[in-house]
Nanobody, 127 residues
Framework: QVRFVESGGGLVQDGGSLRLSCVVSGGSSSDYILSWFRQAPGMEREFISAISWSGSATRVSDSVKGRFTISRSDTKNTGYLQMNALTPEDTAIYYC????????????????????WGQGTQVTVSS
């Protein structure tokens, strides 16, 4: 059974950086589109970014464009989210999600498009 496990969250000051990792076990990460979502307390789960199977295409939410970068290393079976210039508004639980297929012309950005999810990692940005 394939599993997706996030790590790298924590407490960081306003303006700081973190790198989240999503390790794929029980399968090959190269079989999946990988994505990141986040959910703040009382808010809907929000799409952040996605990366294609080959890594040649990415999609990034306007809310983090220019600050967050998604990447992958299939030799390490891992996806990454580099987060820079963090603000308290970035405080949330961050989830890795994956799908092994899509019919969309561009990388999907809806929660329903991703059947596989990790357990989440907390990111807290202090002011």
């Amino acid at each position: 059974q394939v599993r997706f496990v996030e790590s790298g969250g924590g407490l960081v000051q306003d303006g700081g950086s973190l790198r989240l990792s999503c390790v794929v076990s029980g399968g090959s990460s190269s079989d999946y589109i990988l994505s990141w979502f986040r959910q703040a307390p009382g808010m809907e789960r929000e799409f952040i970014s996605a990366i294609s199977w080959s890594g040649s295409a990415t999609r990034v939410s306007d809310s983090v464009k220019g600050r967050f970068t998604i990447s992958r290393s299939d030799t390490k079976n891992t996806g990454y989210l580099q987060m820079n210039a963090l603000t308290p508004e970035d405080t949330a639980i961050y989830y890795c999600a994956a799908t092994d297929w899509t019919t969309e012309a561009q990388l999907p950005a809806t929660r329903e498009s991703y059947p596989y999810w990790g357990q989440g990692t907390q990111v807290t940005v202090s002011s």
